[in-house]
């Protein structure tokens, strides 16, 4: 199939096509790269809007009984939904979604859902990019939501809250009144904390960790793209289908706030601006890692070995033959200028 018919069937929202762009993005060969890249640039024309929400918490706390539970509710509204995982873990054990079949077995049968396996052996980098390219596919598809799952081990939590308008934080009811040690940057990251498993006899345990997050939240600085009231922690049970309704208007108002006044467009401009930087830096990365610049480089290493020339001398060297036109950005520059004699 040509760049031109995918992306037409990707738009007409075939699920066999949409697989097939993500695993056509997720190659790293480079006749594949160049393909994805079209693909990319003629969806984007299509100007669909999906609501991204990221979705982070550690392994057990209930993230795929959610999705399911969650998922469903949203198909039986009519919506179209999407889940997409980050997981830049090539070890994970237990609840992948990728090793485990029965993970939101109803939901991935469902002709209205979608749900794509995490990639598995990449860095986080790499990750990023995929998940992110995978998610301009889905809106493209005309997907209304996209969930966007992470493992909460540390820095994915970041990448994701960067891919989504609304990022979710779910916690497991505490034994203690500990705040279960969340990091504070993942805290200001959300958006809306849910507090699960709120059932049975942990329902009085989650009711506590609910009241302690909530006052937590209170304690963050005001952001302006909150209305009154967010941050907020709630309470649900993904097992009983209870609280997720709630979830869903308050996401949904969130959205609604944010889009009328401009707060949405602010963050996927800002997120934009983000993306293009970290693209950069991948880029250079990889380039240094091509055949040219790695002979150089192990020139160069060579000298640095045998003192013949400073570490800091042979890295401007490298940077100026690589990028000739980027010289003069280093700031010791200068200094070296006043002192070469030509
Ligand atoms: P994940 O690793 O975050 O994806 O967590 P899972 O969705 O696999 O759930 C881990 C365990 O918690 C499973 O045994 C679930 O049945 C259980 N669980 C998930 N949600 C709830 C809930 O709302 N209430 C209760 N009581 N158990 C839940």
Not at 19 to 43: F, G, K, N, P
Not at 191 to 210: F, H, Q, S, Y
Not at 279 to 306: C, F, H, I, W, Y
Request: glycine fraction near 8%; hydrophobic fraction near 40%; charge should be neutral.
């Amino acid at each position: 199939m040509d760049i031109a018919s995918l992306a037409d069937a990707v738009q007409r929202g075939e699920r066999r096509a949409i697989a097939r762009a993500i695993t056509l993005v997720e190659s790293t060969r480079a006749e594949h790269r160049v393909q994805a890249t079209d693909l990319l640039e003629t969806l984007a024309r299509t100007g669909r809007e999906s609501i991204r929400i990221g979705l982070s918490g550690t392994p057990g706390v209930g993230k795929s009984t959610f999705i399911e539970s969650f998922g469903l509710m949203l198909v039986e509204q009519g919506l179209r939904v999407a889940v997409l995982a980050v997981d830049p873990s090539s070890k994970r054990t237990g609840g992948s979604i990728l090793g485990d079949k029965t993970r939101m077995e109803q939901l991935s049968r469902s002709p209205h859902a979608f749900i794509r396996p995490s990639p598995s052996r990449s860095h986080l980098g790499g990750v990023a990019r995929r998940t992110r390219e995978a998610v301009a596919l889905c809106e493209a598809a005309g997907f209304d939501v996209v969930l966007i799952e992470t493992v909460g081990v540390g820095q994915s939590e970041t990448v994701v809250a960067e891919l989504s308008d609304i990022f979710l934080l779910l916690l497991a009811p505490a034994g203690g009144d500990e705040l279960q040690g969340v990091k504070r940057g993942i805290m200001e990251a959300a958006d809306i904390i849910l507090v699960n498993k709120a059932d049975g006899e942990l329902k009085p345990a989650a009711m506590r960790t609910c009241a302690d997050y909530a006052g937590a939240l209170r304690l963050l600085r005001r952001r302006p793209q909150d209305p009154d009231g967010f941050p907020k922690a709630m309470t649900v049970s993904a097992l009983n289908v209870a609280g997720l309704d709630q979830a869903w208007s308050e996401i949904y108002n969130l959205v609604e706030w944010r889009r009328t006044h401009g707060h949405w467009q602010a963050r996927r401009i800002a997120q934009a601006r983000h993306w293009f930087e970290e693209e950069v830096r991948q880029t250079m990365l990889a380039r240094l890692d091509g055949p040219n610049a790695r002979s150089l480089m192990q020139a160069l290493s060579k000298q640095v070995a045998e003192g013949q020339i400073t570490a800091s001398r042979a890295a401007e060297d490298l940077f100026d033959r690589i990028w000739p036109e980027m010289r003069g950005t280093n700031p010791s520059e200068s200094l070296d200028a006043a002192t070469d004699i030509p």
